[in-house]
């Protein structure tokens, strides 16, 4: 008696830490190639040397173009590197009479860069796909190339940094349309010609960016069927208190000098019904809500070890073409048996049928991302 109240009490705290376990939804990046994405803006930059002060920071504006690459690992991180340049542009008064103008020089370089991206709107507000508008902060290293002047002519590589913001207006799963503004600082590419050994730069630029395949966020955690866990919590809740009522009972009888009463008891065994396992949009793997029925199935099943029962994977039709989502079906279902068999459930008791690649078996799409046992 005192062993069924140890087990019971065990499984009923499972349950319950099962059914709180995720309270808020995360996403990433499932593969590698998803939310790989390229932009291009075009804007203008100016070059805030102490030269350029005298003569107005708006004479020293010049054009800029930028391409970039990069990668979303969720909605929140990121990664890019940058090209960007074309040329810089100096009133210098050095080398000349005191009194005299100042001499315009131009300069020509590129910046390579590598900046890491922070989404602050899905930070704060949580991931909204169908959000709007989004702000982002950037910062990171790069390497400006510029050619010295002199006789050498040689081309320099000069290590800098900068930080920005970034706002994206969302136009659909593939395109965004972006507003971007970098302060950046780094030794001067006009070298001897500058007073100063740093020119910073203040840049602001318009743009577009391309996801390819557009972007795909996969839920950490899937929404659970409550009253399905409720259930069970309730359940083991009442064989625990009836448990727990026969101990107490037998004790009153004992410390009575009652003699032992036999009893006859049937027991119910439980036959494995139908259950199902969901998966994600585009995935194989069973997430943690998942393995709350793959459990409770493998328990039934040992349980009967004279009856034998199928899984059949299924795929929506909505997504994805007849072959890829009969593969995906298979792998589902595969998923499933592996399952099972790691939970001690034998390979003889269980085999694999009826992938439905295509077929819809629900109304909803996202129901038909299945493994049914029976």
């Known amino acids: 008696m005192k062993s069924k ?21 995360k996403y990433y990046s499932e593969k590698f190639k998803d939310n790989i994405f ?5 804007g203008a930059q100016a070059c805030v040397n102490p030269d350029n002060f005298d003569y107005g920071i708006g004479n020293a504006i010049t054009p800029l173009i930028h391409v970039s690459v990069g990668k979303l690992f969720n909605p929140i991180w990121g990664v890019r590197g940058q090209v960007a340049g074309l040329w810089s542009t100096l009133y210098s008064e050095r080398g000349q009479v005191e009194g005299t103008y100042a001499e315009v020089k131009n300069k020509k370089y590129f910046t390579l860069r590598a900046d890491a991206m922070y989404n602050l709107s899905n930070s704060i507000c949580g991931y909204n796909p169908d959000r709007l508008f ?18 050498q002519d040689k081309l320099n590589a000069l290590i800098n940094g900068s ?4 706002g994206q207006f969302n136009v659909n799963k593939y395109l965004d349309i972006n507003i971007e503004a970098r302060g950046e600082v780094s ?13 910073g730069a203040v840049s602001l630029t318009a743009g577009v960016t391309y996801t390819f395949g557009g972007k795909n966020f996969v839920s950490c955690g899937a929404k659970v069927d409550q009253n399905a866990i409720n259930n069970e919590v309730n359940k ?34 439980q036959v494995a019904g139908p259950r199902a396992v969901f998966f994600k949009l585009g995935s ?16 039934i099943l040992k349980a009967n070890p004279d009856k034998k029962y199928k899984i059949a994977g299924y795929a929506d039709k ?25 939970e001690g459930v034998s390979e003889d008791q269980i085999e694999l049928v009826g992938f439905g690649g295509t077929a819809n078996m629900f109304s909803k799409d996202y129901l038909n991302r299945v493994v049914i046992l029976e």
């Open 236 to 269: 083991y809740r009442s064989e625990l208190a009836q448990a727990q009522a026969d101990l107490a009972n037998a004790k009153n009888a004992m410390s009575n000098g009652s003699k032992p009463v036999t009893k006859e008891v049937v027991k119910e065994i």
């Open 187 to 199: 030794p001067s590419i006009f070298g001897s010609q500058s007073s100063a050994y740093t020119d």
């Open 284 to 299: 194989a793997r069973i997430d943690d809500y998942g393995m709350v029925n793959i459990q409770l199935a493998a328990k």
């Open 163 to 166: 930080v920005g913001l970034m």
């Open 318 to 342: 909505a997504t994805g073409s007849a072959s890829v989502n009969q593969k995906l079906s298979e792998k589902r279902a595969q998923a499933v048996y592996d399952a099972l068999v790691k």
């Open 38 to 42: 390229i932009s291009a803006g075009v």
């Open 5 to 25: 109240l140890v087990i019971l009490s065990l499984l009923l705290a499972g349950t319950a830490v099962s059914a709180g376990a995720q309270t808020k939804e």
């Open 134 to 151: 989004t702000l982002s902060v950037f910062a990171g290293p790069g390497l400006t190339f510029a050619k010295t002047y002199g006789k």
